[in-house]
């Protein structure tokens, strides 16, 4: 493994070194300078590179010259939701929205929205640049899965330069970007039109094809994410403004849900919890929580056999904590039973530095629950309540970031600096 590395970081060193000296000099005036600048810093990107072009540097060194003058002509670092026309947002013909069954991110392109028009193809393929690159700087690169959803389509859908420009981008202008395509209901009409897309795929590429319908699209993308019209149960309705913040975010566990060692006790501790007769109205709730935050953070064991607990309230059994904030509860949002119609619970962050931190909670299911405050400041050595409202759902999940704040910015901008710290599970009745 180690020698991998050292020949990986070998070929990396290679590829800039060679850039720099047989592209850069001649081309400088057809790059963003932004762009060279991150070249010249990121080596993930770099490897992002070469594992697209199988470490072949010379191979890789052409994929670089031809994505970076793309990038500058498409003004790439430059698109923003202001300089998209508001239309095309609100047509729902692309955007991002939950995970396949591997934890990669949903593009969608509803096929059905899209209509041939030449005259808008250059602001529709800015659209397309647009979403990814949002994503790639947001998810740092984690590729995607594309999906095709083409029921309801026919023959005034059919746009070949515009799907060969989607392809593109992931062939020849983002790097290791892409994990699969997945087809739904493709009509018999286009079949010849796709031969000639899994020719500008490439051998490589065609495997990553999948063909589906109702029947077996769930191999690929579980229920939880797919609409009714594809067999799934997702009740998301795309619609625009404002863009969705939350889709812009990775699974919380790549490899699946977080489970804990402590799970078995926990679920005991869950029933033994319902059975309890003490009960607290929602106000008395809440603020007995604030009263303790601090010391649960920082003695939750030792006050839990003394604390007063609400009917169907879970302990937290665990906390988080980060270099900028410690969160309670680490794991688990429990919302109690259907019979007791318990409907909110709390998350308590508290600031450990002694600067003002500023933090952002996002969901990967912003339909089924609020969160109140969803984004804000704290201050030193503080603490501060959020307050969760289950609005129903199997299975969704919260991820926090955040970083010190100075006091000023709020825009898409400012949060693209938010690191993510924490996750918590939520599951509902």
């Known amino acids: 493994m180690a020698e991998q590395r050292q020949d990986k970081a070998a070929l990396v060193s290679e590829t800039r070194r060679r850039f720099e000296a047989e592209y850069l000099p001649d081309k400088s005036d057809k790059y963003d300078s932004r762009d060279v600048e991150r070249l010249q810093q990121d080596d993930k990107w770099i490897e992002n590179y070469l594992i697209w072009r199988h470490d072949v540097v ?19 670092n430059d698109l923003t939701e202001s300089v998209i026309p508001k239309w095309l947002f609100e047509s729902g013909s692309l955007f991002l929205h939950g995970y396949d069954k591997e934890g990669y991110k949903l593009f969608w392109f509803r096929v059905k929205h899209h209509i041939r028009d ?14 990814l690159e949002h994503y790639a700087k947001r998810d740092h690169g984690k590729p995607l899965t594309v999906v095709f959803d083409m029921s309801e389509t026919g023959i005034s859908h059919i746009d070949l330069d515009f799907v060969r420009f989607i392809v593109n981008c992931f062939t020849d202008y983002y790097p290791n970007f892409l994990t699969k395509i997945v087809i739904f209901e493709m009509p018999w ?16 590429a065609i495997s990553m094809l999948k063909f589906t319908n109702k029947s077996d699209v769930q191999e690929y993308i579980s229920g939880e994410y797919l609409p009714p019209h594809m067999g799934g149960t997702d009740s998301f309705k795309y619609s625009y403004p404002p863009l969705v913040d939350d889709d812009f975010q990775t699974p919380l566990c790549e490899n699946g849900p977080i489970t804990s060692e402590d799970e078995h006790e926990s679920k005991e501790e869950i029933d033994a919890d319902t059975k309890e007769t003490g ?65 909110k619970c709390l998350i308590v962050l508290t600031n450990v530095t002694k600067n003002v931190v500023a933090f952002k909670v996002r969901t ?17 050595g503080t603490s501060l309540d959020i307050i969760v409202s289950l609005h129903g759902g199997k299975f969704c999940s919260f991820s926090a970031g955040s970083f010190p704040y100075n006091g000023s910015g709020n825009g898409p901008a400012f949060w693209s600096r938010c690191t993510r710290i924490d996750t918590v599970l939520e599951r509902s009745p």
């Open 58 to 76: 010379d191979d890789t060194l052409k994929m670089i010259d031809e994505s970076f003058q793309w990038r500058k002509e498409y003004t790439v």
């Open 118 to 131: 030449p005259k808008q193809q250059l602001e529709k393929k800015k659209l397309v640049a647009f979403w």
């Open 189 to 204: 009409i286009m079949n010849a039109a796709f031969k000639i897309v899994k020719g500008w795929l490439g051998p490589d």
């Open 279 to 343: 009960e607290l109205n929602e106000t008395q709730n809440l603020n007995q929580k604030k009263m303790n935050s601090v010391e649960q953070i920082s003695k939750s064991e030792e006050t839990d056999k003394t604390e007063v607990k609400p009917k169907n309230a879970k302990k937290a059994l665990t906390t988080f904590k980060g270099s900028l904030l410690h969160i309670s509860p680490a794991e688990e949002l429990y919302f109690g039973s259907k019979e007791t119609g318990e409907k």
């Open 364 to 380: 990967t299911a912003p339909e089924k629950y609020r969160v109140k405050p969803s984004n804000s400041s704290c201050e030193p």
